[in-house]
């Protein structure tokens, strides 16, 4: 059994595929998310996305998510 199919979703995971020019992104999530979670979620995909701007050498959009 390979790694990927040990990750593949089941019904109590939701995933969604965004595709850029570079390459598609997967995030793939519980189907049922709390309030708390979804806070959470959101804070985490802030730092990705400051983290994705220092990477691709962007400090405008890093210093803009904050």
Same mark, same amino acid.
């Given at each position: 059994? $390979? /790694? !990927? $199919?040990? *990750?593949?979703?089941?019904a109590?995971?939701? =995933?969604? !595929?965004? =595709? /850029?020019?570079?390459g598609? !992104?997967?995030? $793939?999530?519980? +189907?049922?998310?709390? $309030?708390?979670? /979804?806070?959470? *979620?959101?804070?985490? *995909? #802030?730092?990705?996305?400051?983290?994705?701007?220092? /990477? +691709? #050498?962007?400090? !405008?959009?890093?210093?803009? +998510?904050?």
């Amino acid at each position: 059994m $390979s /790694l !990927v $199919s040990k *990750l593949k979703p089941d019904a109590s995971t939701g =995933t969604e !595929v965004f =595709t /850029l020019d570079e390459g598609p !992104v997967t995030i $793939s999530f519980p +189907a049922s998310l709390c $309030s708390a979670s /979804l806070e959470d *979620l959101k804070q985490y *995909l #802030d730092i990705f996305y400051r983290k994705a701007c220092r /990477l +691709a #050498d962007d400090p !405008v959009d890093a210093m803009a +998510a904050e």
